[in-house]
C-alpha cells in the first residue's frame, strides 16, 4: 500500500475531511485484514514524488498488486502514473474524500484511467474494500 503527501497526517489534518483515524490505525486494521485474508501487506508512506516512484518500481516482480492513495501526486504526477505503467502491477486507486464533490482541480486523476478500480468518499473503509478485492485477485 502506497500513501502519497500529507497522508502521515491523518488524525489531525482537517478532520472534518479525513476523519479522526490516524495513518498506525489504519495501517493496523489493514493488518488485521490481511492476517484474516492470508495475505500480506507492506505499508509505505512518503511525501516525495520521487521516492514514491523509486518505491513502485522495488516492488516490481515482488507485488502483485499495489493500493495507491496518491493524495495531491494523483493530480499532478505523470511520473507516478508512468511507474505504475512501467512495473505493470495492477492497482486500485483510493481517495478518503470525495474528490468529485470538492475543487475543481480534484476531479481529474492521472491514475483512474488505468485502475482496476477507484474507490473515492468511503473514508477509510475504501482502503479495506480495495484491500479484500486485491486479496481475491491475488489468491484466484
Ligand atoms: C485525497 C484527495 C486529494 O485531492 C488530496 O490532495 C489528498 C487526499 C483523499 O484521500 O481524499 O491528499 O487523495
Do not use: W
Not at 38 to 47: D, G, L
Not at 78 to 93: H, N, W, Y
Amino acid at each position: 500500500m502506497v500513501n502519497g503527501p500529507n497522508l502521515n497526517l491523518l488524525g489531525t489534518r482537517e478532520p472534518q475531511v479525513y476523519g479522526h483515524e490516524t495513518l498506525s490505525d489504519l495501517n493496523a486494521r489493514l493488518d488485521e485484514v490481511a492476517t484474516e485474508l492470508n495475505v500480506s501487506i507492506e505499508h509505505f508512506q512518503s511525501n516525495h514524488e520521487g521516492a514514491i516512484v523509486d518505491k513502485i518500481q522495488s516492488v516490481m516482480g515482488k507485488a502483485s498488486c499495489i493500493l495507491i492513495n496518491a493524495g495531491a501526486y494523483t493530480h499532478t504526477s505523470v511520473a507516478i502514473r508512468d511507474a505504475l505503467l512501467g512495473t505493470a502491477i495492477p492497482f486500485f486507486e483510493i481517495h478518503i474524500s470525495n474528490v468529485h464533490a470538492r475543487e475543481e482541480f480534484r476531479h481529474h486523476s492521472y491514475l483512474s484511467d488505468k485502475a482496476i478500480g477507484v474507490i473515492v468518499g468511503f473514508g477509510l473503509d475504501g482502503y479495506e474494500f480495495a484491500l479484500r478485492k486485491a486479496a481475491r485477485l491475488v489468491n484466484k
